[in-house]
């Protein structure tokens, strides 16, 4: 039979006014569709969240999608995955705080909270020779995580820099003195 679209050839096709005129044939059957109202889809975009960034900081292939609202017509694509990196969410660094990347997770006294390494002198009769007054925009030096490695540095720390440090963490290098500063 004729009753399927995959049997219908359609000759004509015609109408601005967003109603369709169709013409065809099916066999030796003329056909003729009399009316078919098309419908316009509004243009939406995609909207949804990634997962939270853990300790683990992930990649972008780890962090999964959830859509809440799904593309429509003419919409924005959903976002593409980003890498989590220090201070999104939980992440903070791949060493998980042991200090190996310049990040470290102090508890006890000092709280349950995590510092980014950014600024080190190594023992001497010397003070820092940043002149910013902590405003994180002094770079010298380069920069050596590693708590074995006795080396000057500064690295940009400023809120354009990603880290936007609001408290700040002066301590001795056997961590046995420490004091916090807004």
């Known amino acids: 039979g004729c009753g399927t679209n995959h049997q219908l050839g359609i000759i004509g096709l015609y109408g601005s006014d967003g109603v369709a005129h169709a013409t065809g044939s099916c066999g030796d059957q003329n056909i003729r569709v009399k009316e078919v109202r098309f419908e316009q889809l509004a243009d939406r975009d995609c909207r949804g969240y990634y997962s939270a960034c853990t300790r683990a900081c992930e990649t972008a292939g780890q962090r999964t999608f959830t859509q809440t609202v799904p593309r429509q017509a003419n919409g924005a694509a959903c976002p593409a995955a980003a890498n989590c990196s220090f201070g999104d969410g939980q992440c903070i660094g791949p060493g998980g705080g042991d200090g190996t990347d310049g990040v470290y997770l102090f508890g006890g006294a000092i709280g349950n909270d995590v510092w980014k390494l950014v600024r080190r002198q190594p023992p001497s009769d010397r003070w820092h020779a940043a002149t910013d007054n902590l405003a994180g925009t002094a770079v010298y030096g380069t ?14 720390f400023d809120a354009s820099s990603g880290l936007g440090c609001d408290q700040f ?10 004091l916090v500063a807004t």
Do not use: E, N, Q, T
Not at 143 to 156: E, G, W
């Open 169 to 178: 963490l002066f301590m001795s290098g056997d961590r046995a003195k420490w």
């Open 143 to 156: 920069y050596h995580p590693s708590d074995a490695v006795a080396a000057s540095f500064s690295i940009k």
